[in-house]
């Protein structure tokens, strides 16, 4: 057991997890959506981009890749949320939510691709 | 009613001539691809606009005979481009009908012309080799001058057999003259010496049929040498080199050497029952024809079923015959020496140590053959040559430059796992210009230097990501994982001062 790979492991799933669990509901519907969830999958997914940071392996490099386009998009939502928190008092509007919401979709599908390349790359090296 | 008729007729009548003007333009345009001129000169501009594109190393075989497609096959297995150029237009065709691993330009002209050697890419920088395989050695000769001259580093195989080309090629540098007699007589002479490096080195070569560990016998006295041609003679003299002297059959009074014992007629039943082949241990059918070579072999196999039997195989398209003659070894020029060439071009060097295991004698051949034995086992050998360069192995130059030792024996590891062997043995290592033969394990290996390997084709994938891959590389030599985040590394590097520093 290594406990780079354990740490490491623990960040990604949570990242997706969380990731996923911010964008289930409905794609329009504010109630469906939580603010906090989606701050948390940030704050997640940076740490896991930042244990990567200094590998020089190039399943490393392609981790690291894919969480910069998590944290990107996941934070572009949040700036999107941000702005249109005025919209009406319970938060975004529907159309502001669509927005949101489709850029942390895209946030979860990298952060699968992540995922995936991890299990790929501990499958393949038997120790 | 002769208005409406020629309202209905009057457009067809110009509409004919249109068509004819049509039929007219098409049929010339077909004439003219059809043309065989303009056919040649399209096929020789995308031959040689194919070739200008390639990148990988490459090598040009002219004449695509038996020898040339032999070779042709080999490289494709090794998975290696070759350009042909060949006079014949069916050879061409036949080229691009074949199911090579890659592709193989061709093209239909005379090799020995220099706009048709340019055009194969003789000048191209990935052009490693010029191989001159033609049937007619003068021509061969002819495309050695002509592409010494228009490449003064490319290296050139020749195939000759004549000592009068031998003396005029021998100057030019970087020349290569293969004789398909004398690798012959080497490969007989090596069968009956040294049986078990003879072995090793067809299994190397990967011919049909032979298995590691398992040697001709070969008798070494009492030997009939049917045929004393061109290569009867080589036969002769390598046989006589390894004392054997043997009783020569041959219709031609004339080429009777002055020493050994000499039988002047067809080699028929009387004639061998005349020569003693119920006494004899071994027999050479060695004839320039097929036929009689197959003839000579059946009476031997029906008069003495123990005699050792060579026979030599002249044409390539009688090979089932020979396959079903069960002969104790078939020697085929074609074959034989595309495989040289072939281990040539592959790795230089094998002959190198081929030589020198014929020098150590056969124990040390029994040993190796033994070694490869366990570990390839009933695989198909593969070579390979690796330089430790930034290009080839940069983490390991990295790791080393870092002062790190590194062992042979480290690098022959699973990157995944440290305790299982790669599927390799390594045969030389180059450094300095001195190569060292059969390294052991634990000999240390430096930026700059070559190593020759024979293992399987998995064995070098894995090598190869090991020497590029710098975790795989500390895991292997050290055997700890090392942490790859900065974080991580951080952390290790502060865990390992408290250890050292336990009281602070």
């Not at chain 2, 695509?64 to 061409?92: C, Q």
């Amino acid at each position: 057991m290594n406990l780079e790979r354990v740490t490491f492991g623990f960040f990604i799933i949570l990242s997706l997890t969380f990731n996923f669990v911010f964008v289930i509901g409905h794609i329009d519907n504010p109630s469906h959506h939580n603010v906090w969830i989606l701050t948390i999958a940030i704050l997640v997914s940076l740490i896991a981009t930042g244990l990567k940071l200094g590998d020089r392996s190039q399943v490393g490099a392609l981790l690291l890749a894919a969480g910069l386009v998590a944290d990107l998009l996941l934070i572009t939502a949040r700036i999107f949320w941000v702005v249109f928190e005025s919209d009406t008092e319970m938060g975004p509007g529907p159309e502001s939510m669509v927005m949101i919401v489709s850029l942390a979709s895209g946030a979860l599908l990298a952060n699968i691709v992540s995922v995936v390349i991890l299990i790929g790359d501990t499958l393949m090296s038997r120790r | 009613m002769s208005l409406p008729m020629n309202n209905v007729y009057g457009p067809y009548s110009v509409c004919n001539i249109g068509v004819i003007a049509w039929l007219y333009a098409i049929g010339s345009i077909i004439g003219l691809i059809r043309n065989t001129h303009f056919v040649q000169a399209l096929s020789e501009y995308r031959f040689s606009r194919i070739v200008k594109q390639i990148s990988d190393p490459f090598f040009i075989i002219c004449g695509f005979g038996d020898t040339g497609s032999l070779l042709a096959r080999g490289l494709s297995d090794h998975h290696l481009i070759g350009v042909v150029i060949d006079r014949d237009p069916e050879r061409i065709k036949a080229l691009s009908l074949r199911d090579y691993n890659i592709k193989m330009p061709g093209l239909c002209g005379d090799s020995s012309a220099p706009k048709h050697l340019v055009d194969a890419g003789i000048k191209h920088q990935q052009c490693k080799a010029v191989i001159a395989l033609t049937g007619d050695e003068e021509v061969n000769l002819k495309i050695t001058v002509m592409a010494r001259f228009m490449n003064p580093d490319v290296h050139i195989i020749c195939r000759s057999t004549s000592p009068k080309h031998e003396e005029h090629l021998s100057p030019l540098h970087n020349v290569t003259i293969i004789n398909p007699f004398e690798i012959f007589a080497q490969l007989l002479s090596m069968a009956i010496t040294a049986p078990r490096l003879h072995n090793l080195n067809s299994w190397l070569v990967r011919a049909k049929g032979v298995q590691l560990g398992k040697p001709l016998k070969a008798p070494n006295d009492k030997w009939i040498l049917c045929g004393y041609g061109r290569m009867g003679k080589w036969l002769h003299q390598y046989m006589k080199l390894n004392d054997i002297n043997p009783l020569i059959i041959d219709p031609n009074m004339d080429k009777a050497p002055d020493d050994g014992s000499f039988i002047n007629g067809y080699a028929d039943h009387g004639t061998l029952k005349k020569a003693g082949l119920a006494n004899t241990n071994g027999i050479v059918a060695g004839t320039d024809s097929d036929s009689d070579n197959l003839n000579i072999l059946m009476s031997a196999q029906v008069m003495n079923p123990t005699v050792f039997t060579i026979v030599r195989q002249n044409h390539h398209e009688n090979q089932l015959a020979f396959d079903a003659a069960h002969a104790d070894l078939i020697l085929q020029s074609s074959l034989t020496t595309a495989r040289r060439i072939l281990k040539y071009l592959i790795s230089p060097h094998i002959q190198q140590l081929i030589e020198y295991l014929y020098e150590q004698g056969e124990h040390l051949t029994n040993e190796i053959s033994g070694k490869l034995k366990t570990i390839i086992g009933n695989r198909k050998p593969h070579l390979w040559c690796i330089t430790l360069d930034r290009a080839q192995a940069l983490a390991m130059v990295d790791f080393s430059e870092q002062g790190q030792k590194i062992i042979l024996g480290n690098l022959l590891h699973h990157p995944s796992d440290r305790n299982e062997i790669l599927t390799c043995i390594p045969l030389m290592i180059f450094r300095d210009g001195q190569s060292s033969m059969l390294p052991s394990l634990d000999e240390s290996v430096c930026p700059g230097d070559r190593i020759l390997f024979c293992g399987t084709e998995q064995s070098e994938r894995l090598l190869r990501s090991t020497l590029n891959n710098a975790y795989a590389l500390h895991y292997l030599v050290t055997g700890e994982e090392q942490a790859r985040g900065y974080f991580f590394r951080w952390l290790e590097n502060k865990q390992k001062d408290r250890q050292t520093q336990p009281h602070d």
